[in-house]
């Protein structure tokens, strides 16, 4: 069919037709948005001022599109050709930057000098974003201008092409939120968006073949295109006349309604800013979180716009509609101020009242859309009568509409910044709110002139000065109410009230200290713990914390320089300046986490004082991508992986980074903390950093749901002897003696998966990417703790198998593993002693059946011990000890002279016959030893003992150590201070008598510890 054979459409296939179009450009403009945004944070930064600069371009390549949409239609309102233009190129160059945006990290890595200042990421922004925005901006226009064909309905319309474009971006905000990016990941959802774009261009294609456009109809009758093309060439001279049967752009409002065109999308954005930044903390600072308050906002818009639709040309005077509409505004706006201040006691009781997931975030979502939903509606109602006031007539719907959409639009990013950069983090969300409330509440006062009637003249004002007056009475924000009813500390959720020893509104979140006994702080970020602070013992530090920064030093063989992502607490930091490293690195993204620290210490935190550390303020990510230096050391604390702006640094892609960032034999710690997490995100975060880092040794600590990874491109060794070195650093020693541990076995305790055990836990696992954001999106939706085959910690322990004989040198590795199985048995953890000697059995047969023998001797295992040696004819002397001793303890001493012929050592065959003679009771004897060792004279004071009391006594006083465990020597202590009458000595032994006593399986021939120290 031919253009001149085309039937002409009716006006609600047009309306129909824009409707579908504008609907879902407004999907896919929001689900490029949302992409792209996230796409560029990763190698912009991610802090506020780098996301906010991202958020301009892509706002000012909108306003762009709007201003220069009059251009873009003029001559050309015939048919779609103008709007399937753009269509076409929002989807190519938005399908086109997909592999420019992921590949964008690379580009800056080799070109640091691009993305180290912000005007810098603003123009880069800007030249890869200007083309598609530009489009997006002009769409709703462009649409506006094509469609809208008579005067009659240009109010009508307007509303109604707004409200569905707006409603377009409600379902992208929300399908991109919860569905596309969950689904598909950032790239897969850049995809479905160009589907969209195509499949509106094919459709525009078909349909614009077949379309003939009704003529444009002035209220005085039909006008040519060509006709109105002419008019908006040349603009006729403003008129204050009401006549709606010129062709002239009748708008005698126009300068006011382009005032409130301004504050309208100032306030509207820096109010959701607000809002947002309140109410993150109670939806989760997540991806679902951000999605559910944009999608609410929105909404509330588009349903507005929608309402208004067929009263806007009912409207006897729209200056009056307005100036009602924005008082009502303004007290909505202070009402949901009010209304935000019960979030907390709403918090409370969904905490007091577990439900189903499903249920839980429907409260937490209605809760808010009940928020939101009124002043969000009366912003979409408003839109639409101010564009009629600016524009006036059809003809300045042309000329005007871009116009004012682009001023809207660069109102936003205005407030945007503002409210971000200035307004909260100087004077907090409260103020905000209320200042927008008081700036809606004087734009009134513009039309009031205009309004015809007295009574309503009146009434506005009297009315806006009411609403404002309101402004203290109502309730307002307190965060402190907030933080507390948050629920994820354990002290919070048993019901005990924080005491806030700093409370800030930062830029990345609400950052929080907070103590329950005055004594041990918490950093929190939006209510999540992220530290534990000691503030009366520096050295009482969190050991995974410490472990973090101390285990790469440990490891590496000569470590100079090192790198912290995120300060936190400050507890890595400090553990790094005990060492000798000679620079120290760290970049924190929230400069009020500092803030925090120093408000607990009365001034500057110690650490900082080091002389040797650098502290900066930026994205971590971005500093390592942009700067070309090189570490020995890199560890990173950030805060959770499901938090939005912390889950890039737990990608494949940030641990490449780090990779090309540490020196060939660099080492670089990871910190995931157990909380929140489930076994599928685990397994994925552990398969991305194994798959980047060759050699990998991991620690943890279970009790605290902490897990460290530490990786390096060369091979990982626990060297005892320079661990041990290390670990006796004067300030590092008093650290870990806080924490029990006092040699480089003990250090042990903690090990974790070895990387083999790590690989068969992984399985088939997919990677955490810069595009899944797996992390983010799985652990956003967790709100139990997750149970079965999805608790990480029983997936721990079900793949622990304490495989450490790979990290060991081999060298030392008999000797040292038998001595740490020792450290195992005498904590009680005689099932990680007998994982172990499985494992050295393998290595060196002796010390293995050494370890097993006495791993069954400490259990009281003695028949079985006895067996288990004559199994064997060749044993380590200390295992030929403990034979002797099981056999005088089953009554068979006579069997033991055998035994002791084949000790090798002098002194310990003295030993064993001193014993021997204890055993028989035969005291002369044993009185009249000869010892040659302090072990053997303990047994010979035991025999002077029955004599000489007091002599005995006085020399084992000085032999015994203050945490022995050996029950002979004791008992013997004990009746020596019973003699002397000395309460406090006898108190002291009879408490380790008791002690030792009590813990099985720790007596040996020498007893305790000594057991360990006369063995070969």
């Given at each position: ?576 300046t005990l060492t000798d490293l000679e620079s120290i690195r760290v970049v924190e993204l929230e400069p009020s986490v500092v803030e925090a620290g120093r408000a607990i210490v009365d001034g500057e935190i110690p650490a900082l004082e080091d002389p040797r550390v650098q502290l900066d303020f930026n994205d971590a990510r971005n500093t390592l991508l942009v700067e070309n230096k090189s570490y020995d ?384």
């Amino acid at each position: 069919m031919s253009k001149d054979q085309a039937i002409p459409i009716t006006d609600s296939k047009l309306f129909y037709i824009s409707a579908a179009f504008l609907l879902f450009s407004g999907i896919a403009s929001l689900t490029y948005q949302v992409t792209w945004v996230r796409l560029l944070g990763l190698s912009m930064g991610s802090t506020s001022a780098a996301i906010s600069t991202v958020l301009a371009a892509f706002f000012l390549g909108l306003a762009l599109g709007s201003y220069l949409a009059e251009r873009i239609t003029r001559n050309r309102i015939n048919n779609l050709r103008p709007y399937i233009y753009l269509e076409i190129v929002i989807g190519l160059s938005g399908l086109a930057l997909l592999p420019v945006l992921l590949n964008l990290d690379a580009v800056m890595a080799l070109m640091p000098t691009l993305g180290s200042s912000l005007p810098m990421k603003f123009v880069i922004t800007m030249v890869l974003l200007i083309l598609p925005t530009l489009c997006m901006g002009a769409t709703f226009p462009v649409m506006a201008s094509i469609m809208i064909r008579r005067q009659g309905e240009m109010g009508v319309r307007m509303s109604q092409l707004y409200s569905l474009n707006t409603a377009g971006a409600v379902l992208g905000a929300s399908l991109s939120g919860f569905v596309f990016i969950p689904a598909w990941g950032l790239d897969g959802s850049i995809y479905f968006a160009f589907i969209i774009n195509l499949c509106i261009v094919l459709a525009g294609l078909y349909i614009n073949r077949n379309l003939n456009l009704p003529p444009i109809e002035m209220a005085s009758g039909a006008v040519s295109t060509e006709d109105v093309a002419a008019n908006v060439a040349e603009p006729a001279a403003e008129t204050v006349a009401l006549d709606q049967g010129s062709d002239k752009e009748q708008a005698p409002l126009r300068w006011p309604a382009l005032i409130v065109l301004f504050f309208t999308g100032f306030v509207a954005i820096a109010t959701e800013v607000g809002w947002t930044k309140y109410l993150v903390i109670f939806a989760g600072t997540t991806i679902y979180g951000f999605a559910a308050i944009l999608t609410i906002f929105l909404m509330g818009i588009a349903a507005g716009s929608w309402a208004i639709k067929s009263h806007i040309e009912k409207m006897t005077s729209p200056q009056t509609a307005m100036a009602v509409g924005l008082v009502l505004l303004g007290a909505s706006l202070l009402v949901t101020r009010a209304g935000l201040s019960l979030v907390p006691s709403v918090y409370q009781a969904m905490n007091h009242f577990p439900a189903p997931d499903f249920v839980v975030h429907s409260v937490k979502y209605g809760f808010i859309f009940l928020l939101l939903i009124v002043p969000t509606f009366i912003f979409g109602a408003l839109f639409p009568i101010n564009l009629k006031l600016y524009c006036g007539n059809l003809t300045g719907v042309r000329s005007r509409i871009g116009k004012a959409y682009a001023v809207n639009t660069l109102a936003s990013i205005f407030g945007s910044i503002l409210a971000g950069f200035w307004i909260i983090p100087e004077l907090g969300t409260d103020w905000l709110l209320t200042a927008m409330a008081g700036i809606i509440l004087v734009l009134p006062l513009l039309f009031v002139p205009s309004i015809q009637q007295l009574v309503p003249r009146v009434a506005v004002v009297v009315f806006a000065v009411l609403a404002f007056s309101t402004t203290w009475a109502l309730p307002h924000l307190d965060y402190e109410k907030l933080i507390s009813s948050v629920g994820y500390d354990e002290d919070s959720k048993a019901g005990k009230t924080p005491e806030f020893l700093f409370l800030k509104e930062g830029k990345a979140g609400v950052v929080s200290m907070i103590t329950f006994d005055g004594v041990h702080a918490k950093l929190q970020n939006n209510g999540l713990n992220e530290s534990f602070i000691d503030m009366e013992d520096p050295h009482n530090a969190l050991i995974v914390e410490s472990l973090l920064g101390l285990m790469p030093y440990f490891l590496h063989e000569d470590p100079k320089k090192a790198f912290v992502v995120g300060f936190g607490g400050g507890i890595t930091t400090r553990a790094l300046t005990l060492t000798d490293l000679e620079s120290i690195r760290v970049v924190e993204l929230e400069p009020s986490v500092v803030e925090a620290g120093r408000a607990i210490v009365d001034g500057e935190i110690p650490a900082l004082e080091d002389p040797r550390v650098q502290l900066d303020f930026n994205d971590a990510r971005n500093t390592l991508l942009v700067e070309n230096k090189s570490y020995d050391i890199i560890v990173a604390q950030p805060s959770h992986p499901w938090r939005a702006g912390a889950a890039n640094v737990f990608t494949r892609e940030f641990f490449e980074i780090v990779k090309s960032r540490l020196n060939s034999d660099g080492i670089y710690g990871q910190w995931i903390n157990l909380f929140n997490m489930d076994v599928t995100t685990l397994r994925a975060l552990m398969n991305s950093y194994v798959s980047v880092f060759p050699e990998v040794i991991s620690f943890a600590n279970l009790e605290s749901g902490d897990l460290l990874l530490f990786g390096s491109r060369q091979k990982l060794v626990f060297d005892f002897d320079r661990v041990a070195d290390r670990m006796a650093r004067e300030n590092i020693k008093k650290l870990l003696a806080k924490h029990d541990l006092y040699s480089s076995e003990q250090l042990l305790w903690y090990f974790g998966l070895s990387r083999a055990e790590m690989l068969t836990a992984i399985g088939d696992s997919p990677f955490n990417t810069d595009t899944n954001i797996m992390s983010e999106v799985r652990l956003s939706r967790l709100i139990k703790k997750p149970e079965g085959d999805e608790d990480p910690y029983e997936f721990l322990r079900t793949h622990y198998n304490f495989d450490v004989l790979s990290y060991v040198d081999k060298e030392q590795a008999p000797k040292r593993l038998y001595k740490l199985g020792l450290y195992f048995i005498n904590w009680d953890s005689s099932d990680i002693a007998q994982k172990l000697a499985k494992q050295l059995v393998t290595m060196d047969p002796l010390w293995g059946r050494a370890l097993e023998y006495e791993i069954m001797w400490r259990a009281n295992n003695f028949e079985g011990a006895i067996h288990f040696y004559n199994e064997h004819e060749d044993w380590l002397d200390g295992t030929r000890l403990l034979q002797i001793a099981a056999l005088s303890k089953t009554n068979r001493v006579n069997e033991t002279a055998p035994i002791v012929g084949k000790l090798t050592d002098e002194k310990n065959r003295r030993l064993a016959k001193a014993y021997i003679l204890f055993i028989k009771k035969d005291w002369r004897a044993l009185a009249r030893v000869k010892p040659v060792s302090d072990n053997e004279r303990k047994w010979q004071l035991i025999g002077l003992a029955q004599t000489d009391l007091r002599s005995a006594g006085e020399q084992l006083d000085k032999l015994i150590k203050s945490d022995s465990k050996e029950i002979p020597q004791l008992r013997v202590l004990v009746r020596y201070a019973a003699e002397l009458g000395d309460a406090n000595k006898m108190d002291k032994y009879a408490r380790l008598l008791v002690k030792a006593v009590d813990k099985k399986g720790q007596v040996c021939t020498a007893g305790g510890k000594d057991c360990e120290e006369k063995k070969p």
